[in-house]
């Protein structure tokens, strides 16, 4: 089986916006393409589509996704994929706060946890981003194409801050962070 790839959280991570966003209003039938096709998945991440398959294929030997039974599509495995964020991810990918850069806020300083915490720090982390309006240290993203992904998408972001928390924080906010992204993932 080959090793996964940081781009894996962020595809499956889209994959659960999709169905969050479908279980709202349902996709309407229409011609073209369905929200889950390798070439839309390219074009809502910036990702290329051989990665993408590849990305899927590395997630369902993995178990990180499974197969639709009734569509096919490649489904998040959510509750393996929070505890593999969770325990495992920061392991994996860690993230460390780097030089000052404008970028697009994230971890403690994304809306998403803004308010839960109050930062020990002066300095809030950033993905760094051209189309960025704040200053702070960089963090770098799971992948390349994060910042885009995450400003067209605010459910993507809201999961992608929550999961960059987790691998910057220590016990205290990583225990917040795993809490408000489970609460998401998994709701009751």
């Known amino acids: 089986m080959p090793a996964m790839k940081s781009q894996d959280i962020v595809i499956l991570l889209k994959l659960i916006c999709l169905q ?13 393409e369905s929200a889950y096709a390798v070439r839309s998945l390219q074009a809502l991440l ?8 590849g990305s899927i294929l590395r997630s369902l030997a993995s178990g990180l996704a499974i197969r639709d039974r009734q569509t096919g599509r490649p489904q998040p495995n959510r509750r393996s994929l929070l505890n593999f964020i969770v325990h495992g ?7 460390k706060p780097g030089a000052m850069t404008r970028g ?20 809030i982390c950033v993905w760094p981003s051209a189309e960025g309006n704040d200053m702070g240290q960089s963090v770098e993203p799971l992948f390349k ?18 999961v960059d928390a987790i691998r910057l924080g220590n016990p205290r906010e990583a225990g917040l962070a795993a809490q408000c992204l489970e609460e998401r993932l998994l709701p009751r």
Do not use: C, H, W
Not at 149 to 160: F, V
């Open 145 to 162: 194409s994060v910042p885009y992904a995450a400003q067209q998408d605010e459910r993507l972001y809201e999961y992608l801050a929550l």
């Open 89 to 95: 991810l920061k392991f994996v990918f860690p993230a």
């Open 20 to 32: 969050e966003r479908e279980d709202l209003a349902p996709e309407p039938a229409r011609p073209g």
């Open 104 to 123: 697009m806020p994230t971890a403690f300083a994304a809306p998403t946890l803004r308010q839960r915490l109050i930062s020990g720090g002066d300095y």
């Open 46 to 53: 910036n990702i290329s589509k051989s990665e993408i398959n």
